[in-house]
Each structure stands twice: as C-alpha cells, then as structure tokens.
C-alpha cells in the first residue's frame, strides 16, 4: 500500500500513536489468530491484572488462549473471531463479565476483518462497559422494588433510597415533605452515626438546596456546593454535593426525593444520574398520589349513601333500601322487588353479581366485583359490596347488596395510566432525541440528516412511518427522505396529510391530529391516508424561530396517540434538525470551491436605512452586522451623498435607532463610516441568507431600495432560499444568479499576510509580549518589565502594541475590499 502523505504528514504512521490514546484494548491478529499488534491500553490491562493476556503477547495465538479459557465466553470469542477471519461475517460482537475480587467488570469483544497485499487479518477490540451495565443494574432493581407488591410503600421507599444511596455514591437519601415553612423527613437513609431519622422537621430555610428544587419546581445537581453554588451551602446541615428532584403529587410539589453528602463529591453529576432521581421523584409522587385518591375514596364511600338492596340466592330483589336511580334507569323501587338481576341488567353483568352473591353465602365472608353500566349519563361503574345477611325478616340465604359508584376513581386511575404511559413515551423519546442528536453531529449534507432522523424514529418503534418535506406551492409538499414505508410519493400523500404539513411550516408549530382518518378527505376511495390505520400523527416543522425550512412528519404507532409533552419534544428535535440543516448549509458554503453568487433587490423597503436613503438623496453601505447581549445590534454602514451631521441627527430621530455614532470621519476616497444601534430588530433578509448558510458579500441602500448580494454553496435549494426570503420581505425579487470561483486563503497565507504589515519594531514588541505572557490572566509580565527588556519607554512599547494589534485584528475583520467585509 503506498503512504498516504497530506500536508506533510504520513498520514498511516499515525495510527499507531493515535490507536495507543484510545481508551480501549485493541489488537491485530493474523489468519491464524496470532497477535502482531497491541495498543498501549491492552498492555495496560495486562500489567495491572497479572493474568493472560499479559502484556508480552505479540506472537501469542490469540484463538489458542481464549479456546482454553474455562468458561463458555473464551470459545464462543474463539468461534466468532475464526468466522470473521474466514469470511463467514463482516463483524462479531460479545458481551461478557470479567470480574475480580475486588469490582466487578464487563467487557465487549469486537472483531473485523481487513486485507491487506491479499492478506487477511483481524482488528480485535476489547471495550469497557462496566459503567452502562452498573447502570442497567440500577434501573433494574428499582423496578423490582417498584413492582414489588409483598412491601409496604414505606418498605419500598426505603429500599429505593438504599439503592439511591448506592448508585449515586451518596451518605444520605431522603423522602420529605414541604408543610408550609416546615421540612418533614418522610423516610430516611443515612449513616448510623448521623442523627437524623424519618419524623425529624427543621425549617426549609435550613436546607437551600431542597429550598431551591421546590421553589422552581425542577431538579438540581450540584457536585461542590461551596465552591460551584455558595449561594446554597447551609452552615448548619453542611450539605457538600446535592442531587435531588421535586415530587409532585395533584400538580402541586409535595417534597423532594434527594441524596447527598458532607463531602464534595470527586465526579460531576451525569445526565444519567439526574433522570434515575427523576424516575424515582415520579414514582413517588405517582403512589403518594394514588394513595391520596384511594384514601379520599374510602372517606367519601363512607360519609355518602349509596344504593343498597337485599338479594337472595338466585339473585332475587327483596328489598331496596336507597333510591337505586343512580345505578339503574328506574324511577320507582317497588318495580324492582320480586325482579332478578337477569331482568334488569346485561346478561355479562347479572352473571358475575350472581356468582359474587353466590359466593358471599358459600364463605360466609365479605365479597366484591366492579362491573360498568349504560347509564343516561353515559357509561358509569360501580363496586358491588356483598355480605351475607343474618335476619329473621328474610330467608337464610340472603345478602346485603351495596352498589358503589366508582365512576370518578376509574376516570382517575385510568388518566394516570395515560400519564403514566405518556411519561415513559416522553422518556424513551427524549433518549432518542440524545440518540439522534449524536447522529447529526457527523453529517454532511440535508439528505444525511433528514434520512438519519427518519431511519432513528422508525427503528424505535415509536412511530411507524416518516417523512419530510418542503414546500412545493400552496397546497403541496415535496418529499424528502422518508423510513417506515415502502414508497412515499406526493401522490400517496392525501391532501390533508399536505394540508396539516403546509399548517406546520405556515405557523411554525407543531401541528397534531388524533386520528389521520380525520385530516383525510375521502373522495371517491382516492384520497387515503399514507397509513390504513387510524394512527395519530404530527407534523413538526423544522424552524429555527427564524427560518423554516421544512417539515417532519411522524406516525405513531397504531392506537397510539402524541400528547402534550410528545408534542414539545418533537418540537425541540424539530428545532434541532433545523439548526443541523442550517449548519451543513454554513459549511458548505465555507468549503465549496465554486459558489453561487444570488444578487437580490427589495424596491421600495421599508429598512430604515433604505427610507433615509430616499429623503437625505444618499446611499448606506453595510460593512458589519454585530449583535449585542441584550438582543438588538450594532450596524457599521458608510454614508456616501450626504453631510454626516445630518444623517446622524435624521438617525437619531428615527424610533427604532438607540445611536448613532461617527467611528471614522471621512477620508481621501473612503466614506465616513457610522455605528448605529438598533434597540428593535425586525425580520431581515441577510439573516435569512445565514441561515442558509450564505456569505453576504454587499449590501446597499439607494432610492429607497436594498440591494444585497451572497454566496453559497453550489448546491443550495435556491428556490427555497428565496421563497423563504420572501416570505420574510415581501417584494424582494432574484435579479441574477451565477457560479463563481472560490479563492482560497490558507493558515500561512493569512500569517504571511500578516507580517508583511508589521513593521521589525512591532514585530518584536508584539513577540516579546507574547512570549513573556503579557497576555495570560494573570499577566506573566508587565508592561514596565517588557519595555525594560526591548530597553525602550512604556509610551513607546505601548504605541508598537497598539499598532500591531491594530495590524492583526484589521487581517481578521477587514479584507481591504469594502462591503466585502460583511462575512
């Protein structure tokens, strides 16, 4: 194989040390399985555990020593690897333990094959994964104790804290609640020497932190208190690390579920470690909530009548004692004495009251059965309480029937399954969304992102199918990448589908239908929907707030629906592939060697620099465009056909303009050039060009019109450049496009540049400076102990200084060009 050479630099002879920095036990092994290469960290490895493979391996045979390995893991590593090296697959992949004593340890194998001069051989990788499958340990066995019906809920707390406690690292976990100004310790874990225990109540201005997390109403993870918030370091508790999230229960924030320690904590919190805090808060306050409704439940049953009867064992009405209207559609009682269940009530139903009554009196013990029912209110449901009755006014075998209505508690429990439900869709949606996030980072071009989102989603199995698309006209969309489906043309699309699209970019919010039957217009069986079932779905457009560039559609999966807090973070991943997008157009504008050249003109804007133009008979060239922290920005722009005292007082006087400014008075054959604040920024074009990823090369208002001209890249969607400009500016019209060769500037050429503008004198006090560091914080030297060195005065020192800053940030900010400066 020949070298690669690039700049230089052999490129292949840096595998080796870059291979060494990686944080994984690589090796090279031959047909045969023989070791001819290890990195540094797979030696390593060897040295500090003492065991094969140790780190003198190289000619060892690598399938030899996993055959005789005395467990099932080393053959199945030795087959793998030997079917990579025959070509019998491309890759294999083996997770497999390997504890100590001391911790425990996995590990996955990788194995792939590559030829080189006819020759195959194999890239052996060993990589840790210890840390992920602490963590699935983790949420594994706070499942268990969640699901863990034989403990109590305060059993459960307490087994959720110890495994909190050790998970996190942390001394002390605590459920408590917030009781006005009071901060009662519900449950507890702590170290036996501390004094604290669950009852304990102190004042939550003792405790910041927990303050702090019920105040907002969010969670807080701080490593170092004192030193990262000393805004929320206690003297009295000496709280050193703090993690904790809030607990909710009806809406409102019932305590918080927390750990912490004395000691500052030696790692940052994760993200990880927040939502495992998260998912514990919530299981709290989902069973303190639960706990709250079934208690006000049993209160109310008891304080309120409910319709009760007397039925014997053939289910038989002997006797009504409440009005039974509320259970049945009946007026008077007498019409059911003498009835039987079967008579008045669905045959379903009448069976398992009868059973209920029927086994009440085979036990002699109290029974139960819920059941529902068609009532003129609609659909209601009820629990039947059934006891055996013991009284000479009615035969033996009698029961004492209660019809309890339930209806309220079943809407409740089954609205926090659907919460419930929908918080786990949002969690496994916000994992994608870091998924996907981390996918994006590498792409280059539109057609990568949306096709990696598209390809993401559907593999989830969150939604079933998903497109995108822009704006083709008013009613259609054009389609762009598309999973989850085996064809998607605008055709299949039904014209709602296009409508619901065409809302999403229009308003840019997420757009969501319950059911996609409804957006759908049947016409004659030929405007169906792209999915036969009725599916919800949502069209997310693809904005920055600034700029649009499409839409994304996504169907759930059947049955399923997008609720709320689906719908904000489908929003966010719409956000998220907007500025992706924006960001490829950036780059390759930056790294085409050919760009397109727009050249637009606004007539008659309504800009203020274009009125001023109009009524002073003058024109403004923008040179810079800089925003501000407070969200207005600074315009450098020079003024040509008009007095600069005029111009600044005519700017002044507008309502949108903060100041006006002369930096630089004018001079032989260069305008003066004015800074001007504008404390209200409307929708520009030239940021829509940014977003684009386009270089604004001029702009300059005249008559009362803007002209502007950009590159980008050579294969930017110019329509949708300028549909989208317009949608912005109304009026603004594409006069002329064309293809223009890119100059390219490298790092020498911009240095070269550079000291051929400084004179020796500037050169040397700019040099000195730096080497000396005059410009770290603190400064390694002073000005007096520079101009001392040079053996010249300050004044001079600084005046070379100023000047060779000068010199430098000009080869920044200024190519020398005018209104070329704009990029």
Not at 384 to 402: G, H, K, M, Q
Not at 790 to 807: F, N, V
């Amino acid at each position: 194989m020949a070298p690669s050479v690039i700049d230089g630099y052999d490129v292949p002879a840096l595998y080796g040390p870059a291979i060494d920095t990686l944080p994984l036990m690589f090796a090279v092994v031959d047909t045969s399985g023989v070791i001819l290469s290890t990195n540094e960290t797979w030696n390593e490895f060897g040295r500090a555990n003492g065991a094969a493979p140790t780190p003198n391996t190289l000619g060892v045979n690598y399938l030899d020593v996993a055959d005789m390995a005395d467990d099932t893991t080393g053959q199945q590593a030795a087959d793998g690897i030997r079917a990579v090296l025959a070509g019998e697959q491309s890759s294999f992949e083996l997770e497999y333990p390997c504890h100590t004593q001391s911790a425990k340890r996995w590990f996955r194998l990788y194995a792939a094959p590559f030829i080189i001069d006819g020759e195959t051989f194999a890239s052996i990788a060993h990589i840790d994964i210890t840390a992920r499958k602490q963590r699935e340990s983790a949420l594994e066995a706070a499942y268990d104790i969640c699901t863990d019906s034989s403990r109590t809920f305060t059993e459960q707390l307490d087994a959720l804290l110890e495994l909190g406690c050790e998970t996190l690292g942390s001394s002390f976990g605590t459920l408590s609640r917030v009781h006005g100004d009071e901060y009662v310790f519900e449950a507890v874990t702590a170290p036996p020497t501390a004094d604290l225990e669950a009852g304990r109540t102190t004042s939550i201005e003792d405790l910041p932190n927990c303050r702090h997390v019920v105040e907002h109403r969010e969670p807080l993870a701080i490593r170092d208190v004192e030193a990262d918030a000393p805004d929320l370091a206690d003297p009295e508790w000496g709280i050193a690390n703090y993690i904790g999230a809030p607990v909710i229960v009806d809406g409102a924030v019932y305590g918080t579920f927390c750990f912490y320690g004395l000691e500052p904590r030696a790692a940052e919190y994760t993200q990880w470690d927040l939502t495992f805090v998260r998912l514990l808060s919530d299981w709290a306050g989902y069973e303190l909530e639960r706990q709250r409704h079934t208690e006000q439940r049993d209160a109310l049953n008891t304080a309120l009548p409910d319709p009760s009867f007397i039925i014997d064992a053939e289910g038989r009405f002997l006797d009504c004692l409440t009005d039974p209207e509320t259970m049945l559609t009946v007026d008077e009682t007498d019409t059911l004495v003498g009835r039987t269940l079967h008579e008045w009530l669905p045959r379903d139903t009448a069976d398992s009251l009868l059973a209920t009554v029927r086994a009440a009196l085979r036990t002699e013990s109290f029974q139960s059965v819920e059941y529902e029912l068609q009532a003129p209110g609609g659909e209601r449901w009820f629990e039947a309480r059934v006891a055996p009755l013991e009284s000479r006014t009615y035969d033996l075998d009698t029961v004492i029937f209660v019809a309890r209505d339930i209806t309220a508690h079943k809407d409740r429990q089954a609205e926090l399954e659907r919460q419930r439900d929908e918080l786990r869709q949002a969690q496994r949606l916000n994992v994608l969304g870091r998924e996907i996030a981390k996918a994006l980072q590498d792409t280059q071009t539109r057609e990568e992102i949306e096709s990696a989102v598209c390809t993401h989603l559907t593999e989830s199995d969150l939604y079933q199918a998903v497109w995108t698309g822009c704006r083709e006209n008013a009613t259609r969309i054009t389609l762009g990448a598309a999973a989850g489906v085996d064809t998607a043309t605008p055709e299949q699309i039904s014209l709602g589908e296009h409508s619901l699209a065409i809302d999403a970019i229009d308003t840019g919010e997420i757009q969501v239908a319950e059911d996609i039957a409804d957006v759908s217009i049947q016409s004659d069986g030929m405007d169906r929907p792209l999915t036969a079932d009725h599916s919800s779905v949502a069209a997310v457009p693809l904005t920055t707030g600034e700029t649009t560039y499409g839409v994304l559609m996504v169907y759930a999966s059947a049955d399923a629906t997008i609720g709320c807090r689906e719908s904000d973070i489908l929003a966010d991943l719409g956000r998220l592939i907007a500025l992706s997008i924006q960001r490829v157009h950036s780059q390759q504008s930056l790294q085409a060697a050919t760009t397109v050249e727009l050249e637009f003109l606004t007539p008659d804007s309504d800009g203020v620099f274009a009125d001023l133009s109009t009524m002073l008979d003058c024109s403004f060239t923008l040179e810079q465009r800089v925003p501000t922290s407070s969200g207005s920005s600074l315009h450098y722009v020079r003024v040509n056909g008009a007095d600069t005292d005029r111009v600044c007082q005519a700017l002044t006087e507008t309502a949108s303009v903060e100041s006006c400014t002369v930096v630089e008075t004018a001079g032989k054959n260069r305008a003066p050039l004015l800074e001007v604040a504008l404390d209200e920024i409307s929708a520009s074009p030239l940021d829509t060009l940014a977003d684009y990823g386009g270089a604004v090369r001029r702009a300059v208002a005249a008559d009362g019109d803007l002209r502007f001209t950009a590159e980008m890249a050579p294969d930017i969607n110019v329509r949708a450049v300028v549909e989208a400009i317009q949608e912005g500016t109304p009026g603004t019209e594409l006069r002329s496009k064309q293809y223009v060769d890119q100059s390219v500037s490298t790092v020498t050429d911009f240095r070269t540049r550079i000291r051929d503008r400084l004179t020796p004198k500037q050169a040397a006090a700019l040099k000195t400076a730096y080497a000396r560091g005059y410009y770290d914080w603190p400064r390694g030297s002073a000005a007096e102990e520079l101009a001392e060195t040079l053996d010249i005065s300050a004044p001079s020192l600084h005046y070379r200084l100023r000047k060779a800053h000068d010199t430098v940030i000009g080869a920044l900010f200024d190519s020398g060009t005018g209104p070329e400066k704009l990029d």
